[in-house]
């Protein structure tokens, strides 16, 4: 069978060890639609067989790695037991004292006290800071300033900047909010837009910008850091949770580079919308508190073609236990023998407090004894992880992110741009710009513009560029000697192995299947591009099929006829013969049709943040109307429920979309 090899002339000593080719490019092959004959002088990252003949696709050769304190507040008077029991009812409802008339006997103040520690809900000034960033890790000597390199430092103080004239709060998330403890009623306080602008000070934070680097479309970008993102610091809630809180479009940092340090609304609302749709899909991402409009307007050049206009200004809360990347690492490898310490520095840091249950582990690198590259490239790799944290915690961060990418293709969502910057070590999506949701299913989609012609970072080729930025955060690890060759090979194949698992679980579950069904599903993706048919609203319809025994081709395509609408008459026959086969699937399994219903409608959605959906939003609330952004949010908090009333949040892409700027196509440009 031929194979997908789309990572090219690379060095040999980067090339996917055998057992982790052969496990992969047997699993694979229902998972992408591509057929391209790999030349016999490229070596493969991750290979996969395909079903059904497309045109080839190839990502461009990419360049290899480089060598190289707060006070705190005085607390309130505590209500009595007594009165505390009273006012149980109204901690339940925060809007409940506020529209009384009566509070029965009690004041005001002893209302909101005795909700606030009903609810464990805090002020913005009761928040429980951290700054175990700033006060563990090498920062720069120089706070704010101007863009420049920084060098033997994780990071750079620096508070936000950003220009406000009226800010305004546009939406914010509850679900965030209980999070971090925070009272809903906060949210009503007159100065929260200022300081979620970062227009004025939170108390107790300690604002600070990032730095790291990344390989962006394959090639080493050098320094690139959070040029518009300034963290507050870490919280910590009532669960001894640690959350680190971000403004994105604050300002200028020393790592804008040439930009200037801003985010436009049309960005910000996708970034707040999508951040808190995929976790409630049950995809591992960054969170978003809130959005904020600045009232100032930004120049923007959307697609970088000489066509610059004015645009909304607004910031963004987002909300990440760590937004440490790979990036974060690969910056401190290429700077030279001194800055190869700040990886192990950083590398300790995150297992602190990311990976507790590695710290105490030992250090101890293992390597196998052969006397040829040959014979160990025949060696399946079995690595004692716990004889060495690094190696344990590589295996860990190659894990997450290959279930983080298994979730991704299963709901049909595409980055857009999967830099190493863009790689979160806790396996969370993380920076969400030109992303986008399937809507007619092409395994070549790409949200992103810029991506095209060689869309490197189409759907179909997230698991292999998820493997490829493992194995460059990998390499980092390895310039460091924090782990062996063995030890980098053995997770490798653990990303390779943890990928299909889950992919094939997810898919399994997709169509109510007890176990995976190679050949069923590869058909059923076949026939999916091969009609353009919609992704989603697709797996939701075959949640609707019975199986009966002997039904006519009519009777079998009346689930999905909803999503054939424009399907001819001799794929109609297509569609009807996968049909049977998956009925007869079905009757062997025995489960109950109803059972089976539940089962499939809670794994597949039937709302996603389709770009069309994002695009009307923005369109309002441009014009001031926000009201778009907050039905939109409310239907994404229960994207698998039926949701009677909201069903136009669920139907296709209408003609206008076709060729709407911000729909069909997007950019890095935010």
Not at 6 to 23: G, K, N
Not at 167 to 193: K, Q, T, Y
Not at 259 to 281: K, T
Not at 507 to 527: D, F, P, T, W
Request: with cysteine; aromatic share 8%; charged share 20%.
């Amino acid at each position: 069978m031929p194979l997908l090899c789309f990572v090219q002339q690379q060095r040999m000593d980067m090339a996917l060890p055998l057992s982790a080719r052969r496990l992969l490019s047997s699993s694979l092959r229902a998972f992408s639609l591509l057929q391209p004959a790999a030349p016999t002088s490229s070596r493969c990252f991750l290979s996969s067989t395909l079903p059904t003949p497309f045109a080839s696709l190839r990502i461009a050769s990419s360049a290899p790695l480089p060598l190289p304190s707060p006070s705190s507040p005085t607390p309130p008077s505590i209500p009595s037991m007594d009165e505390t029991k009273s006012l149980s009812s109204l901690a339940t409802d925060p809007q409940q004292h506020v529209n009384a008339s009566s509070n029965n006997g009690f004041t005001s103040s002893q209302v909101e006290v005795g909700r606030r520690q009903l609810t464990k809900r805090i002020k913005l000034e009761e928040i429980n800071w951290d700054h175990s960033f700033v006060r563990e890790l090498p920062g720069d000597s120089m706070e704010g300033g101007p863009v420049r390199e920084v060098l033997h430092s994780c990071y750079t103080k620096v508070l936000p900047s950003v220009k406000v004239t009226n800010p305004n709060l546009i939406s914010w998330s509850g679900h965030v909010a209980e999070l971090l403890d925070l009272d809903p009623l906060e949210f009503e306080r007159p100065d929260f837009p200022l300081l979620f602008s970062g227009a004025a000070p939170l108390k107790g934070s300690l604002p600070y910008a990032q730095c790291y680097g990344g390989h962006q479309f394959g090639f080493w970008s050098g320094q690139l850091g959070d040029g518009r993102a300034v963290t507050l610091g870490e919280l910590l809630n009532s669960k001894g949770e640690r959350w680190e809180a971000q403004l994105k479009g604050s300002g200028k940092t020393p790592y804008s580079r040439f930009a200037d340090g801003l985010a436009v609304l049309r960005s910000s609302i996708r970034e707040f919308l999508c951040s808190e749709a995929m976790h409630h899909l049950g995809i591992p991402t960054t969170r978003a508190l809130c959005l904020v409009s600045t009232g100032e307007g930004v120049m923007r050049d959307m697609f970088y073609d000489g066509n610059p206009k004015e645009e909304p200004g607004a910031v963004v809360c987002r909300v990440a236990q760590s937004f440490l990347r790979f990036g974060s690492y690969q910056i401190h490898s290429v700077r030279g023998k001194e800055d190869l310490k700040i990886v192990r520095i950083l590398a300790d840091y995150a297992i602190k407090y990311h990976f507790p249950h590695l710290q105490n582990l030992p250090i101890e690198q293992q390597m196998y004894k052969s006397t040829s590259n040959s014979e160990q490239e025949n060696i399946d790799v079995q690595v004692d992880v716990t004889k060495n944290k690094y190696s344990a915690w590589f295996k860990e961060v190659a894990e997450q992110t290959a279930v983080l990418i298994a979730k991704w293709q299963g709901v049909g969502f595409t980055h857009g741009v999967m830099n190493t910057d863009n790689m979160s070590i806790l396996g969370l999506t993380i920076d969400y710009g030109p992303f986008g949701f399937l809507d007619a299913f092409d395994p070549k989609f790409t949200p992103n513009r810029t991506d095209l012609p060689g869309r490197r970072y189409c759907f179909a080729n997230q698991p292999d560029i998820g493997l490829w930025n493992v194995m460059h955060f990998g390499t980092t690890l390895k310039q460091a000697d924090l782990i062996s060759e063995d030890e980098f090979q053995h997770g490798i194949n653990r990303y390779g192995e943890r990928f299909l698992a889950d992919y094939q679980q997810h898919m399994s579950r997709k169509l109510g299947l007890k176990e995976y069904r190679r050949e069923l599903i590869s058909k059923l993706l076949s026939n999916m591009a091969s009609d353009k048919v919609d992704y989603t609203n697709c797996f939701r319809a075959l949640g609707n099929v019975k199986a009966l025994p002997d039904a006519s081709d009519e009777d079998l395509l009346e689930p999905v006829e909803g999503v054939l609408l424009e399907t001819s008459k001799q794929r109609k026959l297509a569609w009807a013969d996968w049909m049977r086969q998956y009925t007869q699937q079905l009757s062997v399994e025995s489960v109950p049709s109803e059972e089976r219903k539940a089962l499939m409608d809670s794994v597949n959605p039937k709302y996603v943040l389709r770009n069309y959906l994002c695009q009307g939003a923005i369109e309002a609330a441009e014009q001031g109307e926000y009201g778009g952004v907050k039905e939109l949010l409310k239907v994404m908090e229960r994207p698998f429920d039926e949701q009677p009333g909201m069903e136009k949040y669920a139907r296709l892409p209408p003609a206008w979309a076709a060729c709407q700027p911000g729909v069909c196509t997007l950019s890095c440009s935010s």
